[in-house]
């Protein structure tokens, strides 16, 4: 199998695993995904079928969709892979991308790290901001049925996990609470860059947001 063959087939895997997905974690995401990932790993001394592979996989299963077991997902993308003739490491390294790119940051140290995984992380993060991020983050807040922005709610800039879970916040406030942390978060040059411009564009979107709630 080449690897064009071996990225058809997952492609087609994929599309097919989440034919029912939401919104912010279908098919499109897993695209935009793979297309800058992509872009990232030109600047990058890496394997891209390894960066391919683990785009395309990262989302599999979501631990929020499946009672919080954050297994499911390596398990199903291993599952996969075994189906396909790849070499045990490059199966191995897939996974572990699929069971640590979701990794908040937070105190706990990050259990695996490479460069594959790196692009892959930014590639995501990258999809949390910019015109895209702010598609979804309003998207998820509808489905929540969050409102918009209230400005008698400030964002709270250390909420803890649990509020987090269950609170009714306006989506407005996400954009304090994560969105604009992201730009500091970069693992790449490339993927620097592309937050960079990506970040502005929330900057602006949002200084117009507040311009025309006052009517002006
Ligand atoms: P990931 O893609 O890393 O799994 P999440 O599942 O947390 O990230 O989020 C998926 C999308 O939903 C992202 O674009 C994110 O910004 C958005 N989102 C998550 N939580 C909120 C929230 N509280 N308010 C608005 N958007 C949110
Ligand atoms: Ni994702």
Not at 33 to 45: D, L, S, T, Y
Not at 64 to 69: P, V
Not at 79 to 95: K, Q
Not at 123 to 137: E, P
Request: charged share 25%; net charge neutral; glycine share 6%.
């Amino acid at each position: 199998m080449t690897h064009q063959h071996i990225i058809t087939t997952t492609v087609n895997y994929v599309k097919k695993t989440l034919a029912d997905a939401e919104g912010g974690h279908d098919w499109w995401h897993i695209y935009r995904v793979w297309q800058v990932a992509k872009q990232i790993a030109k600047g990058e001394n890496a394997d891209l079928l390894i960066v391919e592979l683990g785009a395309l996989l990262h989302d599999i299963a979501d631990s929020k969709f499946n009672n919080g077991d954050e297994n499911i997902g390596p398990a199903k993308a291993q599952a996969f892979l075994e189906t396909l003739p790849l070499a045990p490491n490059t199966i191995d390294h897939v996974v572990q991308i699929v069971a640590n790119i979701s990794f908040k940051g937070g105190k706990e140290l990050q259990k695996f790290r490479s460069i594959e995984l790196d692009i892959v992380q930014d590639a995501d993060r990258l999809d949390a901001i910019g015109a895209i991020g702010i598609a979804r983050a309003f998207n998820y807040g509808g489905f929540k049925n969050r409102p918009l922005y209230d400005p008698n709610l400030p964002p709270n800039l250390n909420k803890t996990k649990e509020a987090y879970k269950h609170n009714n916040d306006p989506t407005i406030n996400h954009f304090y609470e994560k969105l604009l942390l992201l730009k500091d978060r970069m693992n790449t040059k490339t993927g620097k860059q592309l937050a960079q411009e990506r970040h502005q564009f929330m900057e602006q979107y949002l200084t117009q947001f507040y311009k025309e709630w006052e009517g002006q």
